[in-house]
């Protein structure tokens, strides 16, 4: 499956943006989906992840209560909104998809990758 992220770009601290990430196929819904995000110099972290039907979804420690993840399985997409943004959520964000599994807490996990969207908080 190929994955397409957009909504990256350059926003003021509290500010907030909402990133899509598109899926090439049309068994979207059986992929488990996730976020990651990876800063310079820092290791790739998981930011949050939704299963395949929705209805459960998990956040990383970093982002909980500012973050949000949903998923279109109607589009094949899958969304992160991001409120309250701080210069720490600077980095290039992933999605990802699981094929076999429920969400997974790893980048190892994941079966497949986009190429990543730029977030850039300014202070």
């Known amino acids: 499956v190929q994955l397409v992220e957009s909504g990256g770009g350059l926003v003021q601290a509290g500010g907030s943006l909402r990133l899509s990430c598109a899926a090439s196929?049309?068994?979207?819904?059986?992929?488990?989906m996730g976020w990651f995000r990876q800063a310079p110099g820092k290791e790739r972290e998981f930011v949050a992840g939704?299963?395949?039907?929705?209805?459960?979804?998990y956040y990383g420690d970093s982002v909980k209560g500012r973050l949000t993840i949903s998923r279109d399985n109607a589009a094949n997409t899958v969304y992160l909104q991001m409120n309250s943004l701080t210069p720490e959520d600077t980095a290039v964000y992933y999605c990802?998809?699981?094929?076999?599994?429920?969400?997974?807490?790893?980048?190892?996990?994941?079966?497949?990758w986009g190429r990543g969207t730029h977030v850039t908080v300014s202070s």
């Open positions: 990802a998809a699981r094929n076999v599994g429920g969400v997974g807490w790893y980048a190892v996990q994941y079966d497949y």
């Open positions: 196929e049309r068994t979207f819904s059986s992929y488990a």
């Open positions: 939704i299963s395949r039907s929705g209805s459960n979804t």
